[in-house]
């Protein structure tokens, strides 16, 4: 779906996505939006997150919340940092 948006991004003024996360996981893929996106000059907002790239430096913001959501599984439940930090 996300796809033929991109297709019809000349007849529209950009695109709007309740959250950052239903642009696709994978990285390259992800960066294609953003420069399909920007390169129409267009822009995409997330509403959830209340954030917009409008313009290139603002994909930095973007990917580092991505990087921090893709860390969280890795990292310890509140559970067990409370018995690492109580040790």
């Not at 991109?6 to 992800?30: H, T, W």
């Not at 267009?42 to 790239?53: G, N, P, R, T």
């Amino acid at each position: 779906m996300l796809q033929n948006v991109l297709a019809d991004l000349s007849e529209m003024e950009g695109i709007v996505c309740y959250s950052l996360f239903q642009l696709p996981y994978d990285n390259s893929k992800r960066c294609q939006v953003y420069d399909a996106v920007l390169t129409a000059n267009k822009q995409i907002h997330f509403s959830l997150e209340s954030l917009a790239v409008t313009r290139v430096e603002e994909v930095d913001r973007i990917e580092d919340i991505w990087k921090v959501s893709k860390m969280l599984p890795d990292t310890l439940s509140v559970g067990d940092l409370k018995k690492v930090i109580t040790v």
